[in-house]
């Protein structure tokens, strides 16, 4: 199985084609793209929705309603927050309100044992210290690009570190992966983001795939095997 453990489903056009052979973790933005993950988790065995407040859409959104969010959430029996976090590269003006919300996410997280699914653009530091203090145990950096020396931390403390393809051409990405233990990686697309003309799509988890196993001389099949038991370990299945 492919794990997809980033994917912006509701934006995806041919979500239904990936109902073989693929594990999806659909991330939602806001209080109307939350619903729409949980009601495609319904409605398909191999999505497992999380629900959050993105980081840039933190303006237009409330402290209240990221606790109503949450409750019906936690009625629902979710199991994954997200895209949720704190973004000061590409948003700084709302940081302040970011960790507002951020923290809302942070209480249940913690009260109720939930992944988080993070975005921490500029902020990779400051979100670690937060999961620290929360004592929150299960956490996933998606995409990170952030500094090399935080890097063994995170892993030290079991956190996962998202593969995006966008290694192909970024380099600090790159590099973050060939450091990373295969203990600790999980792969991901944020589909269907535009990166720099590269389109990430799901299929390109395969060519993450084959790096990994590149990488660690193994076989490509045990380290599709073993991305599968990182993603079944993170949500304790
Ligand atoms: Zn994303």
């Known amino acids: 199985m492919l794990v997809d453990m980033h994917v912006h489903c509701t934006e995806l056009k041919n979500l239904e084609s ?4 693929y594990l999806f973790v659909c991330v939602a933005e806001e209080l109307e793209t939350s619903r729409a993950v949980v009601e495609l988790s319904r409605r398909f065995h191999f999505i ?5 407040i993105h980081p840039w859409n933190i303006a237009r959104s409330s402290i209240e309603e990221a606790r109503i969010l949450m409750e019906q959430a936690v009625s629902d029996n979710v199991k994954c927050v997200g895209e949720v976090g704190l973004d000061s590269k590409f948003l700084p003006e709302t940081l302040t309100r970011q960790r507002e919300v951020f923290k809302v996410f942070l209480d249940y997280a913690k009260e109720y044992d939930l992944v988080l699914n ?6 990779h530091r400051e979100v670690f210290q937060m999961l620290k203090t929360w004592r929150v145990e299960k956490a996933y950096f998606h995409w990170y690009t ?16 998202g593969v995006n393809p966008a290694w192909k051409i970024q380099e600090k990405h790159y590099k973050i992966i060939s450091k990373t233990p295969l203990d600790s990686l999980l792969t991901e697309s944020d589909a ?3 990166y720099k003309g590269l ?15 590149r990488l660690h001389n193994l076989d490509r099949r045990v380290v599709e095997e073993k991305i599968e038991e990182n993603f079944k370990r993170v949500f304790k299945q």
Do not use: R
Request: hydrophobic fraction near 35%.
């Open 199 to 213: 389109s990430l799509k799901p299929e390109l988890v395969n060519d993450s795939l084959d790096l990994l196993a």
């Open 146 to 161: 952030g500094p090399e020396d935080l890097l063994k931390e995170l892993v030290d403390n079991g956190y996962f570190i």
């Open 118 to 123: 993070l975005h921490t653009a500029g902020t």
């Open 18 to 21: 990936y109902s073989q052979g």
């Open 48 to 52: 497992k929705p999380c629900v959050g």
């Open 192 to 194: 269907p983001y535009q």
